[in-house]
Each structure stands twice: as C-alpha cells, then as structure tokens.
C-alpha cells in the first residue's frame, strides 16, 4: 500500500492532538472524520441493522469501535488497537483549596504522569460533566482552552541540594488559579463556561491540558513536538488507515478499535479488558447473519495489532536502552517484543506485521527493552486474552514517554499509517 493513500502527515498529527485534550474528545475528533467518511454511528442500547455493507461505528464514553463490511459475511477480521487516554493532572472531588494567600485547584496525577514536566506551563480545562435536567442526566462536553491554571515550581534557592526536588503527588501538585483568602467554586467557573447551572453538576470527569499548540521543530523541521504523542500518534496514524483500508479493502474486514483507561489498568466498562472489542465483534457477525459458531470461526481467523507509542534510544541517556536494539527517529514503524508478555507479540503476530512494513514499503525496527529495567505494557495482552487473538504489539519512535510534552519523528507519522494501512488489508 503506498504512503500518500493514508493521507497521514505530521501535520495532520498535530491538528489531531491539538483538538483532542481528553479521551472524550479524541473519541469527537474520530466521530467526526468517520462521519465525513459516511459512518453513522450505532447505540449499543439498539438493535443493529445489516451490517454487511455498513460503515459503522459505536462509542463507549471515551472509547471507540469502527468497523465496514466487506460484503463477504465469513470474513475475518483485522483489528487496528490504540488507547485514547494519557496521563495528566486530574480535577479532585472537593478541588478548591487555599494555601498561604493562594487559591489553588486540587489536582491528581492520572496514570504515570511524569510530574515534573507539567510544572510551570500553562494548563487549560478538558473533560466532561454529567449535568441533571430535571430527572434525567445528560454529558456535556468541557473544553477551556484559556490559561487558567499552573502548577508553579518550587525555586532553585529553596531546594535543598539545587539538585531537585522529588514531587509528592499528594502535596505539589496542585494548581494555582488566582491569589485572595475567599473561597472561590472551581466548579461553578467550569459550569458556567458552558452556560449550566453549578448545582446542576452531578458528575465530572476534568482533567488538565497544555495549552502551548503542537508544531514542527528542529533544524530540518522533522521532528513532531506535541502533548499525547502516546497514544494519539496511533489515534491519528490508526484512522488515517482505517480509512484507507475501508476505501480499498482487503481479505479482512477492517476494524478500528481505541480504549480509553489504558494508562491505569484498563480494568473497565470501556478499557481493554472490558467486553466492548468481542461484544463489538459478535454483534457485527450477528447482524451480518452469523451466529455464534461463525462469530468464533471470524474471531479463529482475526488478527489485532495493537498501536502503542515505542521508546526511541535518547541521545542523552543509550546505556538506558537494550544495547543491540537501538530505535531511530524517523526509522520507521517499531515491532515491540517482551519474552514476559508485557507486550503481546508472538511469531504469528511479528510476521504479519514484519509484511505489512514490506507491503508497505517502510523499514521495521524491532524493540526489546532492557532486561533489568521493568517493561510498560500495552493493551495488546489483554485484547488478545479477551479474543484470542493473535496479536502484535507495535508503534512509532517516540522520546519523553509519559512527559506533558513528547517528541517524534516527523517522517514517521506517514510510514506508521502506512503500515498499518497494509496490515488491515491483508491480500488472499
Ligand atoms: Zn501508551
């Protein structure tokens, strides 16, 4: 599959990001292009149509699920996997707080947020309320894109060695909002952004944003500096080929998938070890006209590659990395192994992948952490414990992993989707 058919670009990626600060609203910015596209989306509260043509799609809060039929009702499927959620700084229940003249907004760190790159930059508000009308519920989405926190560091001269502080997730993290002793609603600001009355918040999900835009940098300007590389730079490079992969399908029925609540365990109604992907997967080979039999011989036939963000090898830091492994920017898409299973990569899942890279015409790398550094993981193991699966565990050179600022490869961005484009379109 050539590179330009995805239409992926750094560019692309950074007009992504940049509208996407929450797991809700990476879940908007896919709704909207596969609306473009001609999807509609599906409640799973309702009966489903004939999905044999259909392009289709259904959320669950910030987690998603594509998929087009092929018109083949025994086709299997390709799964592209990504997780919509990165770790931040979180809004607590009772956030106002005050401190030596100060008021501040109660904040909590959110997956392993690596805390010191969030201080001193201007955060924004994203997330969602859930708002009582009468004796219903409805979601409002919440989008702040002004700077109204910071979570100021503490100065060099009060530290002390001047070697840095270690941060206490309960203690420093906090975010200061304005100065005065009068207790001031955080909550009632973020309610009346949106014209709703305060008491009418029963529910919140908030969370922090930087608000600094993502951008190209670097001499040759090849490089892609942007917040929630991890995991948006799969989002974006995953449905740049989906895309592709519906407009000119394969041997497999293609499918998009992205779970929120990969950062923290991803043991929820909408995480990866949720049921959302299967009950997803039968319910299409039961619109399709299968039962259960042909839903497990589809699944027999499937294969999932899930996208995650890869560890470049940092300048500053190679003996950190697996000395004969060494990931390059801008080399191309990365294969992730872990004999432990941190990463779901086996022979099967590594050869198709290692194909669709050749099929694609972009190079492979091949990952393997360091043996006495603990391994991250991926949602891979867990689609693949809850489908069976095969599954390969890949992604794109990034350096900063988890930082509230990332950095990769511009060229990269192209050649992941490419590559992913191939992988959902196997040929017979
Ligand atoms: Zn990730």
């Known amino acids: ?115 010191n790159s969030w201080l001193d930059r201007e955060l924004g508000i994203s997330g969602r309320l859930t708002v009582r009308d009468g004796n219903s519920l409805r979601e409002q989405l919440i989008r702040i894109d002004e700077p109204i926190l910071r979570v100021p560091q503490l100065a060099i001269h009060l530290s002390e060695d001047r070697r840095g502080v270690t941060l206490d997730p309960q203690r420093h993290v906090n975010a200061v909002w304005g100065v005065g002793e009068a207790p001031r609603s955080f909550l009632a600001f973020v309610a009346e952004s949106v014209e709703v009355d305060p008491a009418a918040v029963l529910g919140w999900e908030l969370m922090t944003h930087v608000l600094a835009p993502s951008g190209l940098v670097g001499r040759d300007g090849d490089l892609v500096s942007a917040p929630r590389l991890d995991n948006q730079g799969t989002c974006y490079a995953g449905l740049r080929a989906f895309l592709a992969a519906v407009d000119d399908p394969g041997a497999a029925a293609p499918v998009l998938a992205m779970f929120d609540h990969e950062e923290v365990g991803s043991q929820s109604d909408r995480g990866a070890q949720s049921d959302l992907l299967p009950a997803v997967l039968e319910r299409i080979v039961l619109a399709r006209g299968g039962g259960r039999a042909e839903y497990l011989a589809a699944l027999a036939g499937s294969i999932c590659a899930s996208g995650d963000m890869a560890h470049a090898t940092h300048p500053n830091y190679p003996e950190r990395h697996e000395p004969a492994h060494r990931i390059e920017i801008n080399g191309g898409p990365v294969l992730k192994v872990n004999q432990n299973l941190r990463y779901a990569t086996d022979a099967t899942g590594a050869g198709a992948f290692a194909l669709a890279c050749d099929q694609a015409a972009v190079p492979l790398q091949r990952y393997v952490h360091r043996a006495d550094l603990p391994c991250g993981s991926t949602i891979g193991p867990m689609t693949a414990a809850r489908t069976g699966m095969p599954t390969v565990d890949v992604g794109a050179p990034q350096l900063a992993m988890h930082s509230a600022r990332e950095l990769m490869g511009a060229n990269d961005v192209p050649a992941y989707a490419a590559a992913l484009a191939a992988f959902l379109t196997p040929v017979e």
């Open 1 to 115: 599959m050539p590179v330009s058919t995805t239409a992926a670009t750094a560019e692309g990626l950074c007009a992504f990001i940049d509208d996407s600060p929450s797991p809700f609203h990476v879940v908007r910015t896919v709704a909207r292009e596969l609306e473009a596209h001609g999807f509609t989306r599906l409640e799973e509260a309702a009966a489903w149509p004939d999905e044999s043509i259909g392009r289709r799609y259904v959320v669950r809060g910030g987690s998603l699920v594509a998929w087009a039929g092929t018109g083949n009702a025994a086709a299997p499927f390709r799964v592209v996997g990504a997780h919509t959620d990165s770790p931040n700084l979180r809004v607590k229940q009772h956030p106002d707080l005050a401190s030596a003249g100060w008021q501040l907004v109660g904040l909590e760190p959110y997956g392993g947020a690596w805390l």
